[in-house]
């Protein structure tokens, strides 16, 4: 549950670049901001590991579930 979350995670520290989906909470790639984060957040893991690639996975906007406001 999000309560469970640590303060500094990412979620608390900047709320408002989120969208609740059902029990997730998905990155809003229409915000600038978050694509920035991203960004940087890759360019990090790339540089300290050796990987083969990077994969993002459902990268769209939600569709409605039933009783959803």
């Known amino acids: 549950k999000f309560s469970d ?7 608390k520290l900047k709320p408002e670049w989120f969208l609740d989906y ?4 998905l990155f809003n790639p ?3 901001e978050v694509r ?6 890759i360019g990090d893991i790339v540089s ?3 990987v083969d690639g990077i994969h993002f ?4 906007y ?3 579930m039933p009783n959803m406001k």
Not at 22 to 25: C, V
């Open 22 to 25: 059902g029990t997730m909470r």
């Open 36 to 41: 920035h984060y991203l960004i940087e957040l």
């Open 57 to 60: 996975d459902d990268y769209f």
């Open 5 to 11: 979350i640590h303060p500094s995670h990412i979620t």
């Open 62 to 64: 939600p569709f409605p």
């Open 30 to 32: 229409g915000i600038p």
């Open 48 to 50: 300290r590991y050796d």
